[in-house]
């Protein structure tokens, strides 16, 4: 059977032919005076699909001569008519992958498991779809497998299908099948995992974007061509257009392309979607303030935002797996990049780290202390903090606020969780991070500390002088010291307009655009994002009573890369 898209990605079952095979023979012969047929019979049996696993050896990559058998876990099964299509029947396979249908005796039919998690009908509740983004017209055709037609007979029968990967001897030769369903597991598992912390959850919808195109590209951002850069969580601004001026679907978009061997598919690694789904689970049950971007490794140091919600992403997916190595296979399937977060990893350690935020989080959680690590809490006071602490701080996310949180609600364990943070050359303590004396090699200890300066409305000592900068040869503007964070104390709503002017006392060169995000507990109360050279202004912007983060950097980062510092002075005015 051939794929065909009906707003369905319909693809061929390996068991199509035994799915046809009935447990009895069918009723209907002609005269006789026996017993007539029951209305109903049941049709039942287990969906699967193979999985290509990992070589044991690390970085050797994806084995394909040893394929896993594994079952499709409280996925949708429906019965169709074979005539007209209809739905005659529907259910949820079970954790082994099981299912049972009822549908009228005597009826061509068909078996369809569909790449679909939905549970509606009472607390926890979820729907988790897996999708082509690549299939024009179809609205993001949901993928299925089908077994062949046949009649239900008048007794109960047993039909199975298994979604096979498609894999040939060195290359994919048919129809990857498996792809979805092997996606749609690790989403089980992660989604497992936050049920032990909150058993009556009700997931946000979440759709899963794969396809056999879905291709690495830099600068280039469009789905229905393939092009999605990596694989990534995203969530898009009202409006937003993508590089073929086209709206898209927030979700997790998934790389598949083999490309002969030398592309990156990411749908049997499991590290990589629970990676992306731990965003998802930041993003709607908690809160995020990453920007985004290049981020890998601990060659380079982050933005504090980036480095908390990569390394959150790390430990949820090791968490989620119950394995602190992280694998994503590359190269096709021949090699891969790996991180072992039980394994300490002392280049760059610090608050923007996201190996050291990984390490941290993975030693919170897991049951084995080695030296230096006397915490084992499990993943429930961790969601407790990334649902509440976290959510309603004033500073920005970052491994400060989870770790103050986390003391705050287990005060028991406050030395431990230090020692955590002392083996990983953090010293702050709170929020803000305020004792950190950690700068990351950039420039000097003035230079980036402390990591949030605060700044006074109509400071008589006039305007505050920062400098942003650009010290790793990287124009991403996602790294440390891209971005300085000035902290304003709003003591009652007023009227506030902050000006920020190119400047060369903080001895680099003037900063030619300057940019202005107001930030309150994560969300965006004001932004300046002119292009007039060498100055900013917000003007007269109502700001209630808090505090404020007011993040200024030089837009010029992004396409100049140079160390010279580029300064600026900060003011803020009102009644």
């Not at 949708?76 to 099981?98: E, F, Y």
């Not at 946000?204 to 396809?211: D, G, I, M, N, V």
């Not at 994560?522 to 007039?532: D, E, I, K, R």
């Not at 003007?539 to 808090?546: D, N, W």
Request: net charge negative; with cysteine; aromatic share 8%.
């Amino acid at each position: 059977m051939n794929s065909r898209y009906l707003g369905l990605v319909r693809l061929p079952a390996a068991a199509a032919l035994a799915a046809a095979l009935l447990s009895a023979c069918g009723g209907g012969g002609g005269g006789g005076g026996g017993a007539p047929p029951p209305p109903t019979v049941t049709i039942s049996g287990r969906i699967t699909f193979d999985r290509i696993p990992f070589d044991t050896v690390l970085n050797n990559g994806l084995n394909p001569a040893i394929v896993v058998n594994s079952p499709a876990r409280q996925v949708t099964v429906q019965a169709i008519a074979a005539t007209g299509q209809t739905v005659l029947a529907t259910g949820t396979t079970d954790s082994s992958g099981n299912y049972s249908l009822s549908v009228p005796s005597n009826t061509s039919l068909f078996i369809r498991a569909r790449a679909e998690m939905i549970k509606t009908d009472a607390a926890p509740t979820w729907n988790f779809s897996v999708r082509n983004n690549t299939t024009a017209g179809t609205n993001d055709a949901l993928y299925a497998i089908d077994g062949s037609p046949a009649s239900s007979g008048a007794a109960n029968s047993t039909r199975d299908l298994n979604a096979p990967t498609g894999f040939g001897t060195n290359s994919y030769t048919g129809e990857r099948a498996a792809a979805p369903f092997a996606i749609l597991d690790t989403v089980f598992r992660a989604k497992e995992l936050v049920l032990t912390a909150t058993p009556n959850a009700a997931f946000p919808e979440l759709r899963l974007f794969w396809s056999p195109n879905n291709r690495p590209t830099v600068g280039r951002f469009c789905p229905d061509d393939g092009d999605i850069g990596t694989s990534s969580y995203i969530v898009f601004a009202n409006g937003e257009l993508d590089d073929c001026n086209k709206p898209n679907a927030d979700g997790i978009y998934v790389l598949g392309d083999f490309a002969n061997g030398s592309g990156d598919t990411d749908e049997f690694d499991q590290s990589v979607i629970a990676h992306e789904f731990g965003h998802y689970v930041e993003d709607r049950f908690g809160r995020t303030d990453s920007i985004g971007g290049d981020h890998g490794g601990s060659e380079t140091p982050l933005d504090l935002r980036v480095a908390f919600g990569e390394g959150w992403g790390n430990a949820f997916s090791a968490m989620s797996l119950g394995n602190p190595v992280y694998r994503d296979s590359q190269q096709g399937m021949q090699t891969e990049f790996f991180l072992d977060l039980e394994a300490d990893d002392d280049l760059n350690e610090g608050w923007f780290s996201e190996i050291s935020v990984g390490e941290i989080l993975w030693d919170l959680f897991d049951a084995t202390n080695e030296a230096g690590d006397t915490v084992a809490l499990g993943f429930q006071p961790l969601f407790a903090v990334m649902t509440g602490a976290q959510v309603t701080t004033d500073a920005l996310t970052s491994i400060f606020t989870l770790t103050s949180g986390l003391r705050v609600a287990q005060p028991t364990q406050q030395p431990g969780i230090n020692g955590l943070l002392d083996g990983e050359d953090i010293a702050g303590r709170d929020d803000f991070g305020t004792d950190e004396t950690n700068f990351g090699g950039v420039g000097s200890a003035q230079d980036l500390l402390p990591i949030y300066r605060n700044i006074v409305r109509n400071d008589p000592a006039g305007p505050l002088t920062v400098c942003s900068r650009s010290p790793f040869g990287d124009a991403s503007s996602n790294k440390l010291g891209n971005r300085v964070f000035l902290r304003f104390t709003n003591d009652v709503q007023r009227l506030v307009t902050i000006t920020v002017n190119g400047d060369n006392s903080g001895g680099g060169v003037p900063a030619t655009d300057p940019d202005i995000f107001v930030l309150r507990r994560g969300a965006l109360a004001a932004f300046g994002v002119g292009n007039t050279l060498g100055t900013e202004t917000i003007s007269q912007a109502p700001l209630p009573a808090g505090v404020f983060i007011i993040e200024v950097y030089d837009f010029a980062i992004d396409t100049v890369v140079s160390p010279l510092p580029r300064c600026m002075t900060v003011s803020v005015t009102g009644n």
